[in-house]
């Protein structure tokens, strides 16, 4: 069982930059990927980008590629994503979470409290 905390997340104008950091306590070996989800108010959780804890391959959403670069550091058991260039539409709530493969069609862990982003146009 490993928790999962994100940050990061805050107020920023349209064209800004932030950087979200997911840090993991506990074991971190039985997770194969580490997922970015976010939810907006009225729509569906989506995932953003996944990562597997290898580095060996990494997934985005269309909506965010060429935008947002997921990494992690694996002695600091942390996963980042890099958010440039952005846009009112990635106004959500972001979550990491444990997945079996780097598109996280499919997760296992629980969902934590999230950090918010919020752009201003």
């Known amino acids: 069982q490993v928790q999962l905390v994100e940050s990061g997340g805050g107020l920023v104008q349209a064209g800004g930059s932030l950087r979200l950091s997911c840090t993991a306590s506990g074991r971190t070996a039985s997770s194969y990927a580490v997922g970015w989800f976010r939810q907006a108010p009225g729509k569906e959780r989506e995932v953003v980008a996944g990562i597997t804890w290898s580095g060996g391959s990494a997934y985005y959403a269309d909506s965010v590629k060429g935008r947002f670069t997921i990494s992690r550091d694996n002695a600091k058991n942390t996963v980042y994503l890099q958010m440039n260039d952005l846009k009112p539409e990635d106004t959500a709530v972001y979550y990491c979470?444990?997945?079996?493969?780097?598109?996280?069609?499919?997760?296992?862990?629980?969902w934590g409290q999230g950090t918010q982003v919020t752009v201003s146009s």
């Open positions: 979470n444990l997945c079996v493969d780097a598109t996280c069609r499919y997760f296992f862990g629980s």
